[in-house]
């Protein structure tokens, strides 16, 4: 229960953090008239997969399957690295290193990322054994039942 509840909400956090994060805490670079920069379009881009990341949140507060929970922490931690490469590789940020797109966008874009990533696949495998372990112990109280039946 508690860790549905905390990474729910870390999730949660962190895909409003890079949905709204080049938007209105560390922004990108202004349009100049009908003008837009690359970072322009990261900043749209990261809006929607950081929407994503927190519905994929509020979900996994919602549910308590470990198979289900399992399956929405591999996706958030997925679209983690979708997030990462969106201001790195796929669209990028303005060029000059004196840009706030360049010098706190991007690099905060990454790390909260890279926070997604890593509390996705630590608690997946949290979460792989936790359900190893759910497993083991019905089929031993199966074992059990089926031994007292057979006597």
């Avoid at 229960?1 to 953090?17: D, E």
């Avoid at 590789?89 to 706030?100: E, K, S």
Wanted: some cysteine; glycine content about 8%; proline content about 3%.
């Amino acid at each position: 229960m508690k860790n549905r509840i905390i990474t729910g909400l870390f999730f949660l956090v962190t895909g409003l953090l890079i949905s709204l994060g080049p938007t209105y805490l560390f922004k990108v670079c202004e349009a100049m008239g009908d003008d837009f920069m690359k970072c322009h379009w990261t900043a749209r881009a990261e809006i929607g997969i950081g929407l994503l990341i927190a519905v994929l949140g509020v979900i996994s507060i919602l549910v308590s399957s470990l198979p289900i929970r399992l399956g929405l922490h591999i996706g958030a931690g997925l679209t983690g690295i979708l997030a990462a490469s969106v201001p790195t590789v796929l669209i990028g940020v303005c060029a000059m290193p004196g840009m706030n797109c360049h010098a706190i966008a991007a690099p905060s874009i990454l790390v909260i990322s890279l926070l997604v990533i890593i509390v996705s696949v630590v608690n997946s495998i949290y979460l792989i054994r936790q359900n190893t372990k759910n497993t083991e112990e019905m089929d031993q109280k199966s074992n059990d039942v089926s031994s007292r039946e057979e006597q």
